[in-house]
Nanobody, 125 residues
Framework: LKQLAESGGGSVQSGGSLRVSCSMS????????MGWFRQPSGKDRVGVAS???????TYAESVKGRFTISQDKGQNTLFLQMNNLKPEDSGMYYC???????????????????WGQGTQVIVSS
């Protein structure tokens, strides 16, 4: 059974940093892409960062230069380092896995099949 489990969310003041993690289990082959998605309360879930199996990263414009996605394949863990956080970064953060090895739009929600339960990030001003 494939599972994704996020951790590391919390509350932080504007300008602070957080790192969220996603532990993967049950995968017999590595996903083609892994992604982080954010869903503010009452709003849609949108992609903020993705990484391909070969290490190619993609970021939403709103987080470029502040967020870094990375993975530790040996530990089957995906990370999202978030620096200089802003109140608009608040929301539930979900990790997701896509089986496709080539994606034209790596931040498109519909291309991901497996999802974690999410971890809450709150940034206060």
């Amino acid at each position: 059974l494939k599972q994704l489990a996020e951790s590391g969310g919390g509350s932080v003041q504007s300008g602070g940093s957080l790192r969220v993690s996603c532990s993967m289990s049950g995968y017999t082959r590595p996903p083609g892409y892994m992604g982080w998605f954010r869903q503010p309360s009452g709003k849609d879930r949108v992609g903020v960062a993705s990484i391909s199996a070969s290490g190619t990263t993609t970021y939403a414009e709103s987080v470029k230069g502040r967020f870094t996605i990375s993975q530790d394949k040996g530990q089957n863990t995906l990370f999202l380092q978030m620096n200089n956080l802003k109140p608009e970064d608040s929301g539930m953060y979900y990790c997701a896995a896509s089986p496709w090895t080539q994606l034209e739009y790596p931040l498109r929600r519909s291309t991901y099949e497996d999802w974690g339960q999410g971890t809450q990030v709150i940034v206060s001003s």
